[in-house]
């Protein structure tokens, strides 16, 4: 059309030389007019329809991911599962940490008194020397 239209328009007589071939103009002029008014209606609308498209077709990819987040939810709730056993492990293992502590304290506390108790018994030569024994 644009082209037609392109093609006519320059086809338009720049002066009429008579009042008859002037009206003839005139009205060729005003059909050439609407004919470009109707191309940009049309033109408008196209570029109008253009950008519902494209919002469309943004809302239907942010449709398509929100179906493949979904798809994965059993493995999202699954793995939320096995966290909060994984809290509960973290509780339990805190507490056995906190006994093996008392244990090895109280082992070494254990250790240090049989060594004292060995020193008392069974003194080094340099040891019984300072206290008298032969």
Known sequence: M????THLAKEQPANASTPQLAKVADARAAALAVSMHGIERRVTAIEEYA????????RYAEW???QQL??????????????????LAVAELEGLTAEAALV??????SVESARKAGDRALPLPAQAAGRGQP
């Open 2 to 5: 644009v082209l037609e239209h």
């Open 51 to 58: 950008r519902h498209v494209a919002e469309v077709e943004g």
């Open 64 to 66: 398509c991911r929100a």
């Open 70 to 87: 979904t798809h994965g939810t059993q493995d999202v709730l699954a793995l939320l599962a096995r966290t909060a056993a994984d809290d």
């Open 104 to 109: 090895a304290q109280a082992l070494c506390a």
